[in-house]
């Protein structure tokens, strides 16, 4: 369990980041199109991601298995970890300024929007060191949009980190030892 000092710092960020949302309408705004569709347009990126080098099979295996590494974080791992340890949204403990609707019987930790981004990041960065940044940078603005539009705290995203990380390493361990056996 979280020392109460660690629950106190972990609220302390949240209230300072969710005092960002309420400022102004453009401001709202472009934080919810941050925290919410984001995720898409990495998604999206992928067929960029491959299109650039149409000769490259690499990149088709590398989109493979960043899918495959958000799919294991938020459909398998994400689940599990919910089924044990249920952490209430912000919006339903407390004040705050909630700019984008969600269900409040979902857990809150660990955030699955941000498990799928940084595992198609982490996914990335194995391979191509420009994308890769990139694309952590691109998801880590958009995981702390999540914090500002009221639906997670800051370790729920730390957590949706460590997940999309572990899942990448998982699946890219995973399709070496595959293709390595399948080459023996």
Known sequence: ???????DFDYRIFK????????SPTLDFTFVALAEYVMFLMIAGFALFILLKKSDRSRVSVTLQAFAAAFLGRAVIVSIIRIFFFRARPFVSGVVNQLVAHN??????PSG???VMFALAFSLLFVNRKWGVAYLIIA???AS???VVGVHFPFDILGGILVGLLSAILVRWLFVFLF???QK
């Open 1 to 7: 369990m979280l020392s109460i000092e660690l629950i």
């Open 16 to 23: 300072f980041l969710n005092g960002f949302a309420g400022i």
């Open 104 to 109: 409040p019987a979902e857990a809150s930790f």
């Open 113 to 115: 929007h941000t498990t």
């Open 140 to 142: 880590l603005i958009s």
């Open 145 to 147: 949009s999540r914090v």
């Open 180 to 182: 390595q056996k399948k």
